[in-house]
């Protein structure tokens, strides 16, 4: 997610979407509604932080991609580290980067099986 935008470079808010919402009155602003991550630190080129007390609301606009978030639980530190998208993805094609449905138990669906 992005916030407000700080000598025109958007400041980085990494977190966990909690709840969507839709506002009905004037305008039907979209708005989340999420636990963000502060104190963030890049290790090793990865960001890492710890949870705030705080729950931050926030118009859905301002979310610009979804990523992963890992934390040990029983660790002496409270680290949240921010997964990132493997740099080879973006060498693969449109067809290598598509899932496969799972069609088990399926038959065609010109009529034959049935």
């Known amino acids: 997610m992005d916030s ?13 979407a909690l709840a969507f919402y839709e506002l009905l009155q004037k305008n039907n602003q979209l ?33 610009t991609d979804k990523i992963g978030i890992w934390e040990m639980s029983n660790a002496a530190n ?10 080879g993805l973006a060498m693969l094609s449109t067809a290598e980067t598509e899932h496969i449905e799972d069609n088990e138990g399926n038959e065609d669906m010109d009529g034959e099986g049935y």
């Not at 407000?4 to 966990?16: D, K, R």
């Open 4 to 16: 407000e935008e700080t000598n025109g470079a958007p400041v980085l808010i990494f977190g966990e």
């Open 31 to 63: 708005l989340v509604v999420c636990r963000c991550v502060t104190n963030m630190v890049k290790v090793l080129n990865m960001w890492r932080g710890t949870w705030a007390q705080d729950i931050l609301v926030l118009p859905v606009k301002n979310i």
């Open 78 to 87: 409270a680290y949240v580290w921010i997964l990132q998208k493997h740099p």
